[in-house]
């Protein structure tokens, strides 16, 4: 695995916090194998500024965000108010120059798995076309379950490669209500998908160590090359 998309079923989830928890495990731990951050389309201020107000990245603007869009809309409706046609070769080319430099690079979704791109393509065609393993972000709120199930099929329909799902506490939550709103051994039996850990709700959601200690409860092994992440351990 060079590569990972980060997916969820929704806006909102927690995909960036995962990004920067396996950013932050990554910078702490990994030394000096190289990652790459990748938003491949942004529109609206978001989550290329959040990577680089944490991280100290060697990546220039153009190379975390290729695409970016100023109205944060989806980004084909943000695009055509500025006039303009989203060109994916544009992402696809900073991807294959991350990938050709960097031991391993994140790539960030925008959305759920549905989440349209550009007039005609989805984030899961982009995980399709891309040949991107995935894992997917599930927040932990009422729905959870259906929402899951969903992102999931659509997942298998296009081809690719779930890796396995994730939960967030998106909210304070206790075990209790947790495992009411999102009961992982229901959630991986209908989707026949596996659970590879739970993000809790982060009082400081900037602190590069609590990030970092986050990412260590997840299953590592499924989420990143064996030789960085056994690192650590």
Not at 165 to 191: D, G, K, W
Request: negative net charge; glycine residues 6%; contains cysteine.
């Amino acid at each position: 695995m060079t590569a990972l998309l980060i997916a969820a079923t929704d806006t909102d989830c927690g995909k960036t916090v995962l990004t920067c928890a396996l950013t932050a495990y990554w910078q702490r731990y990994c030394q000096p194998y190289r990652l790459g951050l990748l938003k491949p389309v942004q529109s609206g201020v978001g989550d290329r500024e959040r990577y680089q107000q944490l991280f100290q990245l060697d990546q220039s603007l153009a190379e975390l965000n290729p695409l970016f869009y100023e109205a944060p809309l989806a980004p084909p409706v943000a695009a055509a108010l500025q006039h303009e046609a989203i060109d994916l070769s544009v992402a696809w080319q900073a991807f294959r120059q991350l990938s050709a430099t960097r031991d391993w690079v994140i790539v960030e979704g925008v959305g759920g798995l549905g989440s349209p791109i550009t007039d005609d393509t989805t984030v899961a065609d982009l995980a399709a076309a891309w040949r991107l393993p995935t894992v997917l972000v599930v927040p932990v709120k009422l729905g959870a379950i259906a929402n899951a199930v969903a992102n999931v099929a659509l997942a298998k329909q296009t081809g690719i490669h779930l890796v396995g799902f994730v939960l967030n506490c998106v909210t304070p939550c206790s075990p209790e209500r947790m495992a009411q709103l999102a009961p992982t051994a229901l959630i991986e039996r209908l989707t026949q998908t596996p659970y590879l850990g739970t993000i809790p709700h982060l009082s400081s959601p900037d602190n590069l160590q609590q990030l970092a200690e986050a990412a260590r409860q997840l299953t590592l092994e499924a989420l990143m090359p064996q030789s960085f992440w056994a690192l650590s351990r």
